[in-house]
């Protein structure tokens, strides 16, 4: 019966307070991140770019692999599909840009095109002439559009 209803964690009988924290957390952690399963009553399949347990899940054949946000550098629009880039791989997602920016945690990823995000931290360099900027291996065109924020979240004013 729990199964038809799709909970975020089941505690069954007998608990102890270490289980029951532990289901909380863990119902807390499937509730911040979104819709993580596949719509349906009676579905158990993680849905493609499920963001659970500090990365994104990603099918490759019949596995789900977990690409941690640490690893994640950018992430590229392409017409109906997304590019989850690392410095090694690249991970293909049928979803968009703003789906999946809508579920990362908040202010992890920063949008700097209307085609691309990038993870924050990952920025190592700026180029204000070519209006570009370095994460990892990959040069990311700034759009006009995000040039601004972009600046200012970096408290800098170049122009």
Excluded: C
């Excluded at 399963?37 to 347990?53: I, M, N, Q, T, W």
């Excluded at 789900?64 to 590229?76: D, H, M, N, R, S």
């Excluded at 920025?123 to 065109?141: E, Y």
């Amino acid at each position: 019966r729990a199964r038809a209803v799709g909970p975020f964690a089941f505690l069954g009988k007998p608990y102890s307070g270490r289980l029951l924290v532990h289901s909380i957390e863990l119902a807390l952690q499937h509730f911040a991140s979104g819709p993580a399963l596949s719509p349906g009553p009676a579905s158990a399949e993680l849905a493609e770019g499920a963001v659970l347990l500090g990365g994104v899940f990603v099918r490759e054949q019949h596995l789900y692999l977990k690409i941690p946000f640490a690893e994640l550098e950018v992430l590229e629009a392409d017409g109906n599909y997304l590019h989850l880039r690392t410095a090694s791989r690249k991970h293909t997602l049928r979803l968009s840009l703003g789906e999946m920016l809508a579920r990362l945690p908040a202010g992890t990823f920063w949008q700097v095109h209307r085609g691309f995000a990038v993870r924050a931290a990952t920025i190592s360099a700026i180029d204000a002439r070519a209006n570009t900027i370095q994460v990892g291996r990959h040069t990311v065109t700034v759009g006009r559009r995000y040039r601004a924020e972009l600046l200012e979240r970096l408290g800098g004013n170049t122009r």
